[in-house]
């Protein structure tokens, strides 16, 4: 492993929680190169609902690699595109009612963030944006302006501006009425709040620390946004493509977000693809306004395509993310009454879960202890005191069960040292 | 076509020029739905440097695919990315005598450009960069802050501060000494000019318009950043990867930049992946400091890998790029003695070509009779008055010779019209 | 009157509900071109707190010109100078006990704000500070930044960055614990805040709607700053000099700010004249790197003089102003209690004082009602909808209740329409 | 003089060179409390062209506040202010056929130059200005991001942004075509160049060093604006007034200003006054939308009336001020002739002169050489190169002639040693 440390730079991160050399994956495992095997309960942060290589989207794409399908090609036309977008009004817009234009931000989750800021700004022609508590966007110049964590901004080397956080769902335990702040800052024309362009959310906080916000919440937010004419971004790069059960994790709130920024498990095979989806009258873009060399890669598309054809026709991977949340849940609950001293917190829905520990240092010496027992899982929060779960939705039951086993056994060995 | 403009937003672009529905590709060539066959003298605006699907980054593609090799790992260590980082020390920094160390900064340019920008800001404390005049450096606020077209920098929704443009190369063809009045500003200090932290500039502007710095200009302006401690960053995204000839675009300069951007042709087929190269010294990042979802797709790692091995072990690439381009420069000549009442200019290095045209109207034009003849141009430049060359470094003789004679046609049917 | 709209710009504010061309002033009253006499409630918004032209400094100013005391004198030592730091030493900051360096920064409040924000950031190496709702501190760039009105704000013609409004005291009426969220977010390292160099505050705000902070409520903001490390920065500017009964508005509440800003009635007789008092510490200040022609006017340096010497030599203005605060508060106690129906409150402290309508309109109807009964009074608050009294420190008993009968009829005399 | 470094922070500057205790000033001469006498070739860096005292304005002065015409009234019509507009039409505005419209900024210049930058980013809706290299406008935070000065920038604390600069006059010694750069940068839709909202200029520069342009730069200057639809601000505050003889600096440019910022020397006496003068149809504010306490003090509106009357009711002091000024160059330029190894170089226009030297050391030592011969001179220039003269425009000959005399023993005495 000299090579990595020669040559690559010291901002790695997960390597060195994991410091092995990994070589093969398949589903919910991976596997280095001596051929060790390891339960992923991280699921390339959640860019991979649908497992590692998985056999249905391998094959589509495989097959469109071997009859040389066309795999770079800008924003032109292709087959593969207007499958991909065919594919997405069938199978998740048209269902819905969500009646969206398609903005091909380039490869990533951040690119998809810049669009919708830029765009947001240049419909209201304000700069201003609200963002909130330990969000995370993205790390590019303008997403990273709206995320919360301090080392992360502080790397940015200019004065992040234009963004004015506001307090999460709980992030008052409840103390206070929601939006309390935030509404009479927006009332009160002395207030010194620069007018919003936008609000952009998450409806669960990933990196945040597994912060799920309540759907009357979202509701609320909604609601407020349109009584002071502010636009919704709803950052889904890592809460949709059904890691809460629903396709986007707004569904349940009952809102229509005006932009909704989705990436990570979007291309299905962990190949980088983002959309931004924005409301038909906010299409107000000149044409080459925002570009990029990779706007939509084939191959992405295709594995796109099948993912939506395959998971998406019927309700089950959402009935069955539910169903394994809930299991995840209980025996979360289970953990954190057994362990009633050291006041764990059980988080989440769907099949993005966590449980909170007393400090950033526990939590990682659980993720260390699972990594031992051959678990990847990793940490979130402001403090990292997040142990953090994101499995593939397609998990089976005996790899759920094996890995709910080491997490336990990890808590314990961590809690009665 | 309807899906594309009912669902895909009017930021869409290149599919305007070319209203087809391309299906496959190989070489130099694109295929549309029907079975037409476009020549690609545009080769995914510098992605494609080893052509579409090269038969042997497919077959590495193909297998490490079929045996499921990790696709999606984040910055986990992977077999790919070490036989890439191996390669790449090999076959391309070790025989230059490139100290550098590896940042992979996310999935495209722009991610290399914002990590450049970044890192430059923390290293020096500094907050203000020097772009130049037609400067081209990606769509992220971070990278669109320092890039200077006008419309793009419109987009962006919010002042687009921190950064000074002084005259590129040639500006003012030869009318004043390099440098002048960068190099005044820096030394009064009274001069109103944020003492910078860095210089971002690429060796060969080519959204800019195929602009080619001389190489002792590219030299002046590394001894200038020396001389006054200024980090120069070298965006070799689009020049890079053997475009103008050797595998930087800077290295006939004899110069060795503090930061390099890659992306595009990097990957080799088309696939996303970026670095951002960095002398040692400025490796201070903190792990985790800048991150991302999509730093490093281990299959764009394998044909990476492979473009390596194949094209730059030795340097027949390099000579033939030289020499194709010698070949499209004297044709050039040619037709722009033919038009002596047009005022063309003939513009460029390596295979990074162009001719000025008196508009973008007439360049429009001229690219607008190619596609009808079955060659795929674009054109860039402030106004699109530029005709953009970017073939295939693969490009045989033949596919070649055609190309050029249809832009010979092309041009004398919109000048003679 | 023709030559005002004809060359004045439209910019004018206060002429255009006194619509008069004043002449001569005294004490409390202010007399037209037509010798017709104004009870004055306004005071030059807090400029003169010793009333118009008052005679014992009258005398001094004229005795110091005529005798050809230097005028102007930017930075320089002068004997007027000297008299007016040892008094102001021997009068106001020994006896508090107070440490603090004198900075001329300019001849207005707004340079006094400036100065403070400047030196804030030097010495902290932090761009961001923590303003409050409905704040006032000028409206130069850096005083406006942090200033809460949405239409001056608005003046600013480019966007307003480096301050996060927080809560005034009293914002949410108790609803929710002090600094609830400003202490959240400074301790949780998620929270998106920038890490601020300083808070600036006012104890009582004028312009924002005569709100009064509770004692408790500065000193709690006092202690966060201290734990925080943050500088406080309190604006004196309109309610020191004895507006709210001690010279300092902040001594009640047992606090030392870091960074003190003066100006309105430092000068004693409405001559520009502003202080930036700081802690011994904080002076890291290169000579020079702040200037300004008009720092420390002679003639201002008398009469502020000599204002120190005849109003802070024992606490008789003091209590004299503690006392005539109170009879306006009960007299306005009778005026809400008079009028259950229009939920009128009584605000303020000391002789800075006001009475809260339900809307702006009906507290400017009452103002001009005064003003055709003689007395001249001002809105307040970010709708205006505050009448605000802001009287000579020095009026006599009878002004007082002459004013205070008007405003009882004028208060009827719209409320009853 | 214990107290003054006790209490007076180390910003202080002017004190330092000239360590006396100033007391009384008469026209040319200020006395310290000794009563030793000091020929004043710094007149207020440019507040007192009048020179100190001066007795018509004086008793002018005495008068009104003997009689207790009001002093301070913000921008309430008063009888003072009415007097001046009417004056300001008849003696200046009117004969030079200037049709504005005067904004009371506040106090002091910076007050001006900010109430300038505002309006014309309102006006436009852009936020970009242009500045020159050397400028010096002001230390509040929208003036001073538009000064040269590094040392002073420096002490903003954040990044100045919004304001590029372009090269003054003769900054290249005729090296290349005036405008050359910036016009290009305006033409060319993709330099990167923000579109700038305003160009802001000095017609000649004093802080930055005596640097006078010539007329037809500033000719051509003004054409370029027209040409590009931006606005022209000339900063007249130091240079206004007949400082280069005729009233306004750049009335022989024959040029109208946009907007035109004064202060210093417009209250005539030293006291603090500012004008910002406006084209009609850029009179856009709201009411109030700027405002502050000090604009206008009428003390100063009695004073500046009686100067316009005084001085400019004909063109005596213009014609003077010309031929003191001519003087003064020839003076300078014996010197520079008797002192060839030395390389000076003699600057300026009217009265505002100076001699270059070339190093700050050198030009400090002779206004210290200066001092201990009783003249007080300033040093500017971005490293206090240049030994700068603004004498009263009011000196009589004799004290011309033997501050001459002065200044240049002082000389030999340096650059002999």
């Given at each position: ?14 390597s ?7 070589d093969?994956a398949q ?5 280095d190169?001596n051929g060790k095997?390891?339960l992923d ?7 991979l609902?649908?497992g590692?290589?998985?056999p249905a989207l ?5 097959d469109y690699i071997a009859?040389d399908?066309v795999?770079?090609?800008l924003?032109?036309f ?6 991909f977008l065919?594919?997405?009004q069938?199978?998740i817009?048209g ?9 091909f ?8 963030v810049?669009a ?6 240049k419909?209201?022609?304000?700069e201003?944006v609200?963002n ?7 790390m590019?110049?303008?997403a990273?302006s709206?995320?919360?964590n301090s080392m ?7 004065p992040?501006?234009?963004a004015t ?12 009425p929601?939006?309390l702040y935030f509404?009479?800052?927006?009332e009160d024309?002395g207030?010194?709040?620069?007018e919003?362009a936008?609000v952009i959310?998450e409806a669960?906080?990933?990196e945040?620390?597994i912060?799920?916000a309540?759907?009357?919440?979202l509701?609320?937010?909604s609601d407020l946004?349109?009584r ?12 949709g493509?059904?890691?809460t059960g629903?396709f986007?994790?707004f569904?349940d ?5 005006d932009?909704v920024?989705?990436?990570k ?5 962990g190949?980088?693809l ?5 409301k038909?009258?906010?299409d107000?873009?000149e ?9 939509g890669i084939?191959?992405?598309?295709v594995?796109a395509?099948e993912?939506l ?11 069955s993310t ?10 979360f ?11 764990l917190?059980a988080?989440g829905?769907g099949?993005?879960?966590g ?5 950033g ?17 990793e940490t979130?929060g402001p403090?990292?005191e ?8 397609t998990?089976?039951?005996?790899e759920?069960e ?10 314990r060995?961590?809690l009665t040292k």
């Amino acid at each position: 492993m000299e090579i990595f440390s020669k040559l690559e730079s010291e901002v790695r991160s997960y390597s060195r929680g994991w410091p092995v050399v990994f070589d093969r994956a398949q589903g919910s495992m991976l596997y280095d190169e001596n051929g060790k095997g390891y339960l992923d309960f991280f699921a390339g942060a959640g860019a991979l609902n649908y497992g590692h290589n998985n056999p249905a989207l391998k094959q589509a794409l495989i097959d469109y690699i071997a009859r040389d399908g066309v795999t770079h090609a800008l924003d032109m036309f292709t087959v593969a595109k207007r499958d991909f977008l065919e594919t997405l009004q069938e199978k998740i817009l048209g269902p819905r009612e969500l009646d969206y234009k398609v903005v091909f931000p380039g490869p990533g989750g951040a690119n998809a963030v810049e669009a919708a800021l830029k765009l947001a700004r240049k419909v209201t022609g304000k700069e201003s944006v609200i963002n909130f508590t330990n969000a995370f966007h993205g790390m590019t110049l303008g997403a990273l302006s709206v995320t919360g964590n301090s080392m992360k901004r502080g790397g940015a080397g200019v004065p992040l501006v234009h963004a004015t956080p506001m307090p999460y769902d709980k992030y008052f335990d409840g103390a206070y009425p929601d939006f309390l702040y935030f509404e009479r800052l927006l009332e009160d024309s002395g207030s010194g709040l620069n007018e919003p362009a936008a609000v952009i959310v998450e409806a669960l906080q990933g990196e945040g620390g597994i912060n799920a916000a309540r759907l009357e919440w979202l509701k609320g937010l909604s609601d407020l946004c349109e009584r002071h004419n502010i636009l919704l971004i709803l950052d889904d790069v890592q809460m949709g493509c059904g890691r809460t059960g629903p396709f986007f994790s707004f569904e349940d709130a009952g809102i229509k977000p005006d932009i909704v920024c989705l990436s990570k498990s979007i291309g299905g095979y962990g190949l980088p693809l983002a959309l931004t989806l924005i409301k038909p009258e906010l299409d107000v873009w000149e044409p080459g306004e925002h570009n990029g060399t990779f706007r939509g890669i084939n191959p992405a598309f295709v594995t796109a395509t099948e993912a939506l054809r395959v998971y998406w026709s019927d309700d089950k991977l959402e009935q069955s993310t539910r169903a394994k949340g809930e299991r995840i849940g209980s025996v979360f609950d289970e953990i954190v009454q057994a362990h009633p001293e050291a006041n764990l917190v059980a988080k989440g829905r769907g099949l993005a879960r966590g449980i909170e520990f007393a400090s950033g240092e526990l939590a990682g010496s659980v993720c260390a202890e699972a990594f031992d027992r051959g678990l990847l899982m990793e940490t979130s929060g402001p403090d990292g005191e997040v142990m953090k779960l994101l499995p593939a939705l397609t998990i089976n039951d005996a790899e759920l069960e094996q890995g709910l086993e080491i997490i336990g056994e990890s808590v314990r060995a961590v809690l009665t040292k």
